[in-house]
């Protein structure tokens, strides 16, 4: 079941809050590389599959090895671990009081020790990155929603992770903003970045993902390529599911 | 009116009194600015301890808070001015006002810092540890530069309330501006020296409110 050279590899996980079981043993596995996006029905477990993968949730039980460390044991340096985890949230959460490119270094400064100077550099090459070179001393306020979801993609972006996972990056943007965004994670993707992606952006799952997997009720009902998952889903759920989308 | 300027304006008085006015105000401006600076960094060093929300450490918080805002201040300190004593801790009036003031002011300032705290999302917290930053990190350079400058208003107000109960060391032979006064009214069978040292007052906090309500315009834009 496990694989050895998964960059993010997830067995029997499980997680309940109270009465409440929210994930009933997920078994995932993630290639180098490889961008996996993650759909169901709201409630059905999604984000807290994410927010496990770098501990934000407290598993009850299971196996979170991510490059081969796992998350789980109590020997892990679990903030070193998520430096390597890049994550971005529906909501942005970019810090209000600090400028963009403060954003972006805090972490660079704080957690790796980085000086100014240098941390200044990584910085700004993150922020042109994601197409925000001429914002670096703008406040998170001063910016569009897209423009704020980039920034906090370039914050994630600048500590080298070895694997980024991406909470419904888009749903809280006005629709003409998603693009520039989808952009930015596609530019990721052809960079070579590891990536899981929570969203209802079926046309870019169609386009970019290399597997879709379908989560309902806190269980994978059933994975395989976009085409597949999409063309030719399997399961009842799946298709009611996706119809809803369509209609 | 003779009789009012004899009362409350009396040159002679004003001059020989004056001088012991002054030094009130320098014993004053001393134990205010002690109260003001140990009063909120307590305050804001029991706030973050309470962020760690260790149930017993945070029960112990509250009852200090809860405690210290409730009891008036004179009462406390004449219990530790004329109470401790008993116990074989005895410590000068200054000390026991600047040590009391320091904690009713940590205590109100803890609740003011703790509820800034609280106002800032989850959503902050998640994004600054989700980068690796540790939980003081996070409490250090995201939450708490937040959450103290929605503070401003109401711990500027709590404080220029509380240093102004430095005139309760009277009662325990502070010679700050009230006892000065008290004093002089005595010796001199005049009021003259009670004016003198209200508008000393007022020469020192009219200021002090004046520096919070700058502080407030300048910490105003921060939910920007
Ligand atoms: N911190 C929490 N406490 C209690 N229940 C939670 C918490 N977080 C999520 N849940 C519940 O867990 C279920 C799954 O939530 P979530 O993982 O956010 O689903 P999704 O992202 O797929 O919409 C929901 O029923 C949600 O209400
Ligand atoms: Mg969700």
Known sequence: MSD??????????????????????????????????VIGPSGSGKSTLLRCCNRLEEPDEGSIRVDGVELLDPKTDINA???RIGMVFQSFNLYPHMTVLSNVTLALRKALGKGRAEAREIG???????????????YPAQLSGGQQQRAAIARAVALEPKIMLFDEPTSALDP???????????????AGMTMVVVSHEMRFARDAADRVVFMDHGAIVEQGPPEQVFGAPEHARTRSFLADFAA | MDRFADAFL???????YLPDILRGMLVTIEVAAAVVVTGVLAGLLLASARSFRIRPVNALIVLFVDVFRALPPLVIILIAYFGLPNVGISLSGFTVLWLVLSLVLAAFAEEIFWSGILSIR????EAARSTGLGFLQTLAWVILPQAVRMT?????????????????GAVIGVPEILMQAQTAQSFSGNATPLLIGSLAYVALFVPVVAVGRWLETRFAWGRA
């Not at chain 1, 700004?124 to 703008?138: F, I, N, P, Q, S």
């Open chain 1, 176 to 190: 003409e903003l998603v693009g520039s965004v989808l952009a930015v994670m596609r530019e990721l993707r052809e």
């Open chain 1, 124 to 138: 700004e090459a993150a922020l042109a990155r994601v197409g925000l070179a001429d914002k670096v001393d703008a």
């Open chain 2, 152 to 168: 401003v208003p109401p711990l500027t107000n709590r404080t220029i309330a509380i240093t102004k109960n430095t005139a309760l």
């Open chain 2, 122 to 125: 989850k959503g902050q917290w």
């Open chain 1, 81 to 83: 671990m998520r430096r």
């Open chain 2, 10 to 16: 009396n040159p002679a008085v004003i001059e020989k």
């Open chain 1, 4 to 37: 050895r050279n998964a960059m993010l590899d997830v067995a029997g996980l499980r997680k309940s809050f109270g009465s409440l079981e929210v994930l009933r043993g997920i078994d995932l596995s993630v290639a180098p590389q490889e961008l996996v996006f």
